[in-house]
């Protein structure tokens, strides 16, 4: 007896359930008409010149067009070859000297964001030095200040990226201005 009832119910309810995948089917159809629709805008984004983006979306003019395509409104760039430190975000451009690995030591390259903020940090590993305005951008490594000013131009860090104090100060300030997150340090 409870076989026949379970039976009849699913059998009366047969006639919804086809009705609500019919729903589903066309909600389904829908819904990849919108996800090619969409590719099809990205592609064409994809193609677009920086003028073009701006007067599509109204974007302001210039760099902080493509700081924000690239997902970043601060970019630090940080040339080894060259011992210095572009830093570009809304406000402008801006460069600094730097210090990069000495000999037997080793700055690491490539790309990389949300940098950790420490306005005070001590080196546990080379005899408690002080790195102010430190941006911990890979494990330990970090750009910050120094006391060896004198240095900059040329390696002369244990691996980390050494600016003057003052310049340390401006670069924390800026990233942390406009957030971390928002942040994309490339070193090479």
């Known amino acids: 007896m409870k076989k026949l009832a379970l039976t009849l119910f699913a059998l009366a309810l047969l006639p919804s359930l086809a009705a609500r995948a019919a ?10 008409a919108d996800l090619a629709n969409a590719q099809t805008e990205i ?33 630090i760039r940080v ?17 600094t000297i730097i210090s990069s690995a000495r000999p037997g030591y080793h ?25 102010p305005h430190s941006m911990f951008f890979y494990g330990g490594y970090a750009i910050h200040g120094t006391d060896e000013e004198s240095e900059l131009g040329h390696p002369a860090s244990h691996g980390c990226v050494r ?25 090479e």
Request: hydrophobic share 35%; charged share 20%.
């Open 23 to 32: 729903d589903l089917s066309v909600y389904d159809s829908a819904r990849k």
């Open 43 to 75: 592609q064409l984004m994809d193609k677009a010149t920086p003028e073009e983006l701006e007067s599509l979306f109204n974007l302001p003019a210039g760099e902080e067009v493509s700081a924000i395509l690239s997902g970043f409104l601060v970019e």
């Open 79 to 95: 040339s080894i070859a060259s011992q210095s430190l572009n830093i570009s975000f809304p406000g402008g451009d801006w460069n």
């Open 107 to 131: 700055t690491v390259t490539g790309c990389f964001t949300n940098p950790r903020l420490e306005l005070m940090h001590y080196s546990s590993k080379y005899e408690n030095s002080p790195m």
């Open 163 to 187: 600016v003057s104090k003052r310049a340390a100060a401006y670069l924390y300030g800026i990233v942390q201005q406009y957030g971390p997150r928002n942040t994309r340090i490339c070193i």
